[in-house]
């Protein structure tokens, strides 16, 4: 952590304050203008017996600040699921704008982490970690609004883990920069399925990815997948390096987890034999697919990978994918280079292109 910088007083009446030591709350709900500060060394749960999903609720409020260096936590929702408490997410931010999440611990939920939707604008998160093991624990999940920023942050958990998502208003410019991923199941990077709205102008830039596992779903470690009939443009996944990437799944030898997946026939898994297609898809769930456009993958580095495909597969004539862009591409220390067979497309692809600086290919 850097060092904070100014934190609030105790005193402010704009301020919902815990100092150091261990809390519980059934749910913290956050107006305009106001400040929740969790201090270093102080662990705030969400009380098993709470009715609501939000931990942290930001409903309809502007310039709100979450911050410190303290742990919001889960866990004691969690272990009570079973006795009919709620599943928790952490923050949730719904139609509020210009609000800061920054330093703070999340850990333990058992639903989406950091959830910014649905006419969010102008948003900032900043330094902020998540842990969390149980399943569709998503971490940084940004959907519905726009001009938003998540950085320096990182995230270990059980789901996607940064990630733009599509629901009502369009949401278009979206940087997430200087973050860290160590993703147990799906995606770690990506523009992940559910798409019932535009989306464009979102940036993936100077990332990591520490580990990825294998997974039955339907993406690869970074990308974009389309699962509805809304559109997608203009992604750019810039300076990304993935270290290490899990073998295939012990569940289904067949299945293996790509380092990069671009489709819209989103319910195919991750089975070469298949060639990434669905078999027998349903003309009548979700189609046409929305389309994808102008998808840049620039200078991205696979350091340990079994599975070294690129997949590009379209759903069909009605739902084409266009303007995909592979620029230094290194797997495995061998860049890709054009009509490499590491590539898997289908006839709905068009203008795919690979582009190599001289001296790359080999590493």
Known sequence: NP???????????????????????????????????????AVVYAAASGLEKPFVKVDNANNVTVRGRGILCGRKRVLDQRAGAAEVRIVDVNNSDHVT????????????????????????????????????????????????????????????????????????????????????????????????????NVTFRNCTVINAAYNLSHRGVIGVSVNCTRNIRDYLFENITIEYIQHSSPFDSAVEMPPIRVQNNQEALNKKEVNYEEVNPDPGYNRPRGTIN??????????????????????????????????????????????????????????LSVVVDAGKETG
């Open 3 to 41: 060092l904070e910088i100014n934190p609030p007083s105790p005193g402010d009446p704009d301020v919902i304050y815990y100092g150091p030591g261990v809390h519980e709350a059934v749910q913290i709900n956050l107006a305009s203008s106001k400040t929740l500060y969790v201090a270093g060394g």
């Open 294 to 351: 102008n998808v840049t993958f620039r200078n991205i580095n696979v350091i340990s990978a079994t599975c070294q495909d690129v997949v590009v597969i379209a759903d069909a004539a009605a739902s084409p994918i266009s303007n995909v862009t592979f620029e230094n591409v290194m797997i495995n220390g061998t860049c890709l280079v054009p009509g490499d067979p590491r590539i898997w497309t289908n006839q709905w692809v068009g203008n």
């Open 101 to 200: 999440i920054e330093g703070l611990v999340l850990r333990e939920t058992e639903g989406w982490t950091c959830f910014i939707r649905d006419g969010s604008d102008y948003a900032t998160v900043d330094n902020v970690k998540i842990i969390a093991a149980d399943a569709s624990s998503d971490g940084f999940v940004l959907s519905g609004g726009s001009h938003s920023v998540v950085r320096n942050s990182f995230c270990h958990n059980s789901d996607d883990a940064f990630e733009t998502k599509a629901w009502p208003p369009d949401a278009t410019d979206i940087l997430f920069e200087n973050n860290i991923a160590w993703s147990t199941v799906a995606s770690a990077f990506a523009h992940s399925a559910e798409t019932e709205a535009n989306v464009s």
